[in-house]
């Protein structure tokens, strides 16, 4: 059962980084190359989100880490920055994942939306001390509405599909966090 | 974590003050990771495109009797523009007009695009290993995409003209003004820095000027168009929709003329220097 468990866990990390690696390939891809009036969900983070709240070991500090990096990278963004925003709402809605595990969707949702709001915030911030050239006002709101539509698809994707769920009373053991 | 988070930051801080070799570090990860998918990514692209050309498919016929009536017209154009083209080379053989030689190119295939919204940038195939150098310009078969900002090995990523960081010198024809045509993230840039804004009139030309030597002058950007605010802007002559194939130009930098001019005396027979520069044959 223990090996069994620890299989899984390994597995759902990778599918993890996998899944991201998957949605930076398909942003990469040339379909469209005249600039355009609107804005797609951020994919990666909608998905570490959904994540951290139903089991957070499927998603450590390190691979959200450098799977934001690689995106920043790829991505032409300031590296490293929006990483760290995302590293750190990461952290901060795993240690509110206990307390939400009971409540309605709704309130997860809401709490998804601070943070992610949040964190855009903080990047234009940061970004407008530093007097580094940004995207568009409108553009930057557009994505994070965008993204908390596209946030409640990710989380009933993960748990039909991925089977990622929260974790019930009982599962603690089951899981197995001491590895 | 702590670990983790201070890397992250480090990272950045280290982008903010120097930025070229994180780019440069950027081209590499690019170069090292793109090249892998392009396996997957070429048949994924033209599924995709296969799935948006479906609803154009729909409509053929209406399509078919527009490009009927169009193509007439074009072929008035081609008989105009063949007439031209002859008298054009008449003209230059007359004149003795000895093009730029050193103008060739090099083709590459776009590979992927920037992947943001709020960036606009092609990734093209050809890299370090093909010669391309950063700051050469990118053309479509009419006019100009971008420049080059970011070789990697096997890869090299344009810089578009409508990308918010795109600043590229124009002269607009015939009024001769300078301009700047700068990226805003729209698919029509405005112009910038006109002198006599007066002069410029919608459908004139604009093209590159090569203003502060990093550039080569005289590519074709496109029209002058004015938005309903009454700003100038420029639409765009190559086809952004479509960016398929982009032509780099090798461009080794304008010469310049350095040389004041001397006085053309006559040649004098009798000078020391020369008397001494003969004196060992005789």
């Known amino acids: 059962m223990a090996e069994l468990t620890n299989a899984r866990l390994w597995m759902m990390r990778f599918s993890f980084v996998g899944l991201s690696a998957a949605v930076i390939f398909f942003y990469l891809l040339p379909l469209q190359t005249a600039p355009r009036s609107w804005a797609g969900p951020d ?3 909608a998905l570490a989100f959904a994540w951290a709240l139903r089991r957070p070991e499927y998603v450590p500090v390190l691979s959200v880490a450098v799977v934001m990096l690689l995106a920043d990278l790829m991505l032409q963004r300031p590296p490293g920055l929006l990483a760290l925003l995302v590293v750190l709402g990461v952290e901060n809605l795993k240690s509110r994942a206990l307390g939400l595990r009971e409540a309605p969707f709704l309130a997860e949702w809401s709490v998804v939306a601070l943070v992610l709001i949040a964190i855009t915030l903080m990047n234009r911030l940061i970004l407008g001390i530093l007097v580094v050239q940004q995207a568009p006002l409108g553009l930057s709101i557009l994505q994070t509405v965008v993204t908390l539509m596209f946030y409640p698809v990710v989380v009933l994707l993960s748990r039909f599909v991925l089977g990622v769920r929260k974790a019930a009373p009982g599962d603690a053991r089951a899981m197995g966090r001491n590895i | 974590m702590g670990v983790i988070l201070l890397c992250l930051l480090g990272i950045f801080l280290v982008w903010r003050i120097d930025s070229p070799r994180v780019e440069r570090f950027r081209a590499q990860v690019t170069d090292a990771i793109v090249p892998n998918f392009e396996w997957a990514m070429t048949p994924v692209t033209g599924a995709a495109n296969l799935i948006r050309n479906f609803q154009s498919y729909q409509r053929l016929a209406e399509q078919n009797r527009e490009l009927r009536s169009e193509l007439r017209q074009m072929q008035a154009w081609k008989e105009a523009a063949l007439q031209l083209e002859q008298e054009n080379a008449r003209l230059l053989d007359l004149n003795k007009v000895r093009l730029d030689p050193r103008l060739t190119y090099i083709t590459g295939v776009v590979l992927a695009d920037s992947g943001s919204p709020f960036r606009q940038s092609v990734l093209l195939n050809v890299g370090a290993r093909d010669g391309i150098m950063d700051g050469w310009a ?10 080059i900002s970011g070789v990697g090995n096997n890869t090299a990523r344009v810089i578009l003209l409508t990308d918010a960081t795109s600043r590229i010198p124009a002269i607009i024809q015939p009024s001769g003004q300078v301009a700047m045509i700068s990226g805003d993230n729209t698919a029509v840039p405005p112009v910038e820095f006109l002198e006599s804004p007066e002069l410029v009139r919608p459908g004139d030309r604009v093209i590159s000027s090569g203003d502060g030597g990093v550039f080569p002058a005289g590519l074709l950007i496109g029209q002058v168009a004015a938005d309903p605010g009454g700003r100038l802007r420029v639409r765009l002559a190559a086809d952004y929709e479509r960016l398929k194939f982009l032509r780099v130009l090798r461009h080794h930098g304008t010469e310049v003329v350095t040389d004041p001019g001397h006085i053309i005396a006559p040649v004098t027979p009798h ?12």
Not at chain 2, 138 to 147: C, F, H, N, P
Not at chain 2, 271 to 282: I, K, L, Q, V, Y
């Open chain 2, 271 to 282: 000078t020391g220097t020369t008397a001494e520069a003969e004196s060992p044959d005789g």
């Open chain 2, 138 to 147: 990118a053309m479509d078969g009419i006019g100009l995409v971008g420049r």
């Open chain 1, 43 to 45: 994919m990666i983070i």
